[in-house]
């Protein structure tokens, strides 16, 4: 039981933004915000994984999906987005030395 609950949380955290821009390359981020035809032009890395979040929400609505699964999918995200608010805030320290040296994540 122990190890199905910690590859739950994997699972669950390897969708979470702030894993998305933090642990993963810019490539892979910028990839998906372009797969989702998110209207950001570039994700600032302090606070990366909320900002990571509302773009996603400020994509457009795939063609496949109904407007009721896509609302709940938004409620998801925002969830979500308030959690990496949280590990954002701790991972202050790293991400603000990344984005003296790297700048942000260019997606356009």
């Given amino acids: 039981m122990?190890?199905?609950?910690v590859m739950l949380a994997a699972v669950m955290l390897s969708g979470c933004g702030t894993v998305q821009t933090v642990v993963f390359s810019d490539k892979v981020s910028v990839n998906q915000l372009k797969n989702q035809k998110s209207y950001c032009?570039?994700?600032?890395?302090?606070?990366?994984?909320?900002?990571?979040?509302?773009?996603?929400?400020?994509?457009?609505?795939?063609?496949?999906v109904d407007a009721f699964n896509y609302k709940n999918a938004s409620l998801g995200l925002v969830v979500d987005a308030a959690v990496s608010g949280v590990l954002d805030?701790?991972?202050?320290?790293?991400?603000?030395?990344?984005?003296?040296?790297?700048g942000s994540i260019v997606i356009n």
Wanted: a negative charge; glycine letters at 4%; proline letters at 7%.
């Fill in 2 to 5: 122990k190890f199905q609950a």
């Fill in 41 to 64: 032009g570039a994700v600032p890395r302090i606070y990366s994984g909320a900002t990571y979040d509302f773009c996603m929400l400020h994509a457009e609505k795939p063609d496949d």
């Fill in 89 to 102: 805030t701790f991972l202050l320290p790293y991400t603000i030395y990344r984005q003296q040296a790297d």
